[in-house]
Every structure is written in structure tokens, then in C-alpha cells.
């Protein structure tokens, strides 16, 4: 491969990425999907109980 003069290190081979920011919005956008997807639920159930 070519050597482009890069001297910064790429993703986890360095081992010095700190990837605490990233886990804690992952889970955080994974809490607002669970909730998202049982608000939603809900709601349709509400309006099948509702309709009939």
C-alpha cells in the first residue's frame, strides 16, 4: 500500500480512542427507540380498544 504520510493513528489499533462518549449516546438513542417503539404500541392498541 502507499504511504501517504499519515501520522495519526486509525480507530481502535492505536488502543488510544476513547469511545465513552459514543456508548453513552448509544444508549441513549437505544432508550429513546424502546420508548419511542412502546409509546407507539400503545397508541395503536389504544385506538384498536377505542374503535371497536
Known amino acids: 500500500m ?10 481502535h489499533a492505536s488502543g ?4 465513552r462518549d459514543k456508548e453513552k449516546t448509544f444508549e441513549g438513542f437505544i432508550r ?3 420508548w ?3 409509546i407507539a ?3 395503536l392498541i389504544f385506538m384498536a ?3 371497536s
Request: hydrophobic share 40%; proline share 4%; charged share 10%.
Open 2 to 11: 502507499a504511504d501517504h504520510g499519515h501520522d495519526h493513528p486509525h480507530g
Open 49 to 51: 380498544l377505542v374503535n
Open 16 to 19: 488510544t480512542m476513547d469511545i
Open 36 to 38: 419511542g417503539a412502546g
Open 41 to 43: 404500541i400503545g397508541i
Open 32 to 34: 429513546m427507540v424502546t
